[in-house]
């Protein structure tokens, strides 16, 4: 009977811990690429929200709103390519699409775009923008939004980004 209340407990406190990080991160940074090269990444939400809305009332779609779930899920992703130094949905441990998403607290339907060697925000956002699935996923059936980039030493430095929409 303890681990039932352990484990959600436990889970809240691992969410809590990654969503205050995101703060810290993103507000100790000052330049125009705001992440750490230790492969732990930083939050794009909010530079990348205007461009995928602008998108998306151009071809008659709601707008997206800030999922922190979503975001704490693309940080993970993000960070996962960069320590293994990999553009790639499933890397090892966890890379089953819908169990990673579920863990991180991502409402579903969710999907997911990503993308390496951009240098920013826009760069990103147009390299999805120029690919249909990814385009496809942007502008489909889905509520929030979460953006985030990651780089690592030991990678290259080369910047990882991830997106997730969710429903």
């Not at 406190?13 to 507000?27: D, E, F, K, N, T």
């Not at 090892?92 to 060697?117: C, H, Q, S, Y």
Request: proline share 4%; with cysteine.
């Amino acid at each position: 009977m303890q681990d039932q209340f352990f484990l959600p407990r436990r889970r809240l406190v691992l969410r809590a811990g990654a969503v205050l990080s995101l703060g810290l991160v993103a507000g100790c940074s000052t330049s125009g690429l705001l992440t750490p090269d230790d492969g732990t990444g930083s939050d794009q939400t909010e530079a990348t929200l205007g461009y995928v809305n602008s998108l998306r009332k151009g071809r008659g779609r709601t707008t997206l709103v800030r999922d922190p779930a979503a975001s704490v899920a693309a940080m993970h992703q993000a960070a996962r390519m960069a320590r293994a130094g990999k553009m790639k949905h499933s890397i090892g441990w966890r890379d089953d699409f819908a169990d990673r998403m579920k863990g991180d607290g991502v409402t579903l339907p969710a999907a997911e775009n990503i993308a390496m060697g951009q240098e920013n925000a826009e760069r990103a956002y147009e390299a999805w923008f120029n690919s249909p699935k990814h385009l496809e996923n942007m502008l489909g059936s889905y509520r929030g939004l979460g953006v985030a980039v990651a780089q690592n030493t030991a990678s290259g430095n080369r910047p990882y980004w991830a997106m997730v929409l969710s429903g």
